[in-house]
């Protein structure tokens, strides 16, 4: 596969510049939306289990925070740039602002692939990021969340060190969301993200005029977000034909048996190999005969070269910025219905919020209260941007951006000149 020359801060500034021309922004606005804040790189050197000193760097990015608090994940990566740090921040202010919570933008990033350490060496590299970022994390500075590589428990030690730290059993309002339910989590959270794919996609479905129980569908990425909205969109009828993780890819045109496909890859460790379907790459996942396609991996794997072999009529971007603007051109010229990953992922941030809220007032919500406060936010959102692009006769894409950097932009001029 050809690699893209757009990288994720290559096409969050390429989105923000289209609508700039389309909102008719002020140059000095555009200038200051297309840079960070603040941007932090930290050297850690943590020592490992086997005792080896090692050297990490990690990266802490606030893009905008003029709606409230920076609020993004913590990616941690072999090689995660402060670049595509940066791009993913600016993609978190526009996903507060359209779907409402009071939040701007960050991310931050681990260089280190954490793949095959062990449990007790992640705790001791995440520990070692919480002390040296410490400072620039807070409910009303930054709070982070997980994000690829990195999931509840490590949320959980982030808590824990920086409670620790000052010698205390909790910390005062909520410094990171994402965390175990039993150290203050909120139920759903580690499904929320998926959830919310699977809830857009629907709506997607029902305005394109069809059923999710005759689709074919088709999903890059097996983690977190690919692996629970494969679940769900099954759980209501579709047929997952193709699935693929970083190892390479499956298909089978009966459709996967996806809870059986989790527990091989809970034994196993990847799905390439999974017996009940055929080898595939994951290319071929990507341009499989399908309905819908959710690219839930990575950022920029579809490539114009790909998007002119996509045959879904539905793409549900469950990943932060899966597709370069060149391919999105294509996705234009043939019609394609693309759920942007600012409204389509954004399921994650939302429930995130509801965590936010919960730890100031120490009371549990219960999982019903928020899959069903999740459904009426997206859905609506949803109906939203869809309404928009038609009075405007824009892109869901071009829509969602329209409305998200409108706000940011009005609460910006709202604060005055100083800020
Ligand atoms: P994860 O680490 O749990 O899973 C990532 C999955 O993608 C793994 O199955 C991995 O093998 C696969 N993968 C990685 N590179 C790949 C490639 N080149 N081709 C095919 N598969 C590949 O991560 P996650 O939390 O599920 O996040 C996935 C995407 O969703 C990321 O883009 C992330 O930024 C975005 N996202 C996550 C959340 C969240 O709440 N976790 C919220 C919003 C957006």
Redesign the pocket.
Known sequence: MKKSIFGIFETAKSNLEQTAIRLKLEDAMLKRLLETKEKIEITLNPTLTNGKHIQVKAFIVRHRDSLGPAKG?I?MSGNVTIDDIQG?AMEMTWKTALIGVPFGGGKSGICFDPSGITAEDKEIIIRSFTRGAMRHIGPEIYVP???????EMDMGHIRDCLAYSWGKSVTNGCYVT?KPVILGGILGRKE???RGVAYTTVAACEKQGFDIKSARVAV????????IAAMIISELGAKIVAV????GGIKNEQGIDIKHLLSYVKQCG??YGYPLAEKCS?ED?LTSNCDILVP????S?ITAEIAENIKAKIIAE?????TTPDADEIFDKKKIFIIP?ILC?????FVSYLEYTQETQREQMTLEEVNSRLNNRIVGKFNEVYDYSKEHNLTMRQAAMNIAISKVVEATYAMGILP
């Open positions: 994940g990616r993913l969340a997980p994000d690829m590589g990195t999931n994402g929320a993200t998926g890059q990425g097996f983690g977190n977000v690919g692996s693929s993780d970083v190892t990847q799905v994951n996942v839930a991996a990575t950022q794997v469950g990943a932060n910025s899966p990953d992922n954004a399921g994650g941030v």
